[in-house]
T-cell receptor, first 117, second 112 residues
């Protein structure tokens, strides 16, 4: 089945210790997103890729970086995690079908829950 | 800047009861999506509504889109514990072809 996979599902790291979260997709979608979600709140967009073009949200801290080496894979790097970075990190994909298409469904992975000690 | 407001923020009811949750926008929706996020999982799309006055049904879930396309409701009939989750509404961001703007969600708990 086509899907979005995130690894690991749970990640524990120490304060200040770099961590990388991974996402892969078999949907062949051209857009990939990274969201941060805290405790039953709306997902907050960190950045997204349209093909290889990287788009950073204005309020995403510099501590967060991302790489997309190919269509299928995307990584989220947190260079120096702080206690406030503990959250669920969601990867999502969508297929951009054109400027007039009303449908922009996003397909989410199960998320990685990050704990910072 | 468009704002999506969802209400109530939290709802806890007994199995078998009916409920309605709402999503209102400060401006006309482009194409409204409803997602459900079960605990510990990512959101999953339930439905997309585009046309004012549109009604869509998904088993016990009924989605209504206001005539003016600024409000939407989700009605669940005979709620079951499996309906527990965070219900999120989202709309396409005004200056983007594919980004979404999200409501804060309604956290729904169905007690057995």
């Amino acid at each position: 089945d086509a899907m979005v996979i995130q690894n690991p599902r749970y990640q524990v790291t120490q304060f200040g210790k770099p961590v990388t979260l991974s996402c892969s997709q078999t949907l062949n979608h051209n857009v990939m997103y990274w969201y941060q979600q805290k405790s039953s709140q709306a997902p907050k967009l960190l950045f997204h890729y349209y093909d290889k073009d990287f788009n950073n949200e204005a309020d995403t801290p510099d501590n967060f970086q991302s790489r997309r080496p190919n269509t299928s894979f995307c990584f989220l790097d947190i260079r120096s995690p702080g206690l406030g970075d503990a959250a669920m990190y969601l990867c999502a994909t969508s297929r951009h079908t054109g400027p007039t298409s009303p449908y922009n469904e996003q397909f989410f992975g199960p998320g990685t829950r990050l704990t910072v000690l | 800047t468009q704002l999506l407001e969802q209400s109530p923020q939290f709802l806890s009811i007994q199995e078998g009861e009916n409920l309605t949750v709402y999503c209102n926008s400060s401006s006309v929706f482009s194409s409204l999506q409803w997602y459900r996020q079960e605990p510990g999982e990512g959101p999953v799309l339930l439905v997309t509504v585009v046309t004012g006055g549109e009604v869509k049904k998904l088993k016990r879930l009924t989605f209504q889109f206001g005539d003016a396309r600024k409000d939407s409701s989700l009605h669940i009939t005979a709620a079951q514990p499996g309906d527990t989750g965070l219900y999120l509404c989202a709309d396409r961001l005004a200056d983007s072809n594919y980004q979404l703007i999200w409501g804060a969600g309604t956290k729904l708990i169905i007690k057995p």
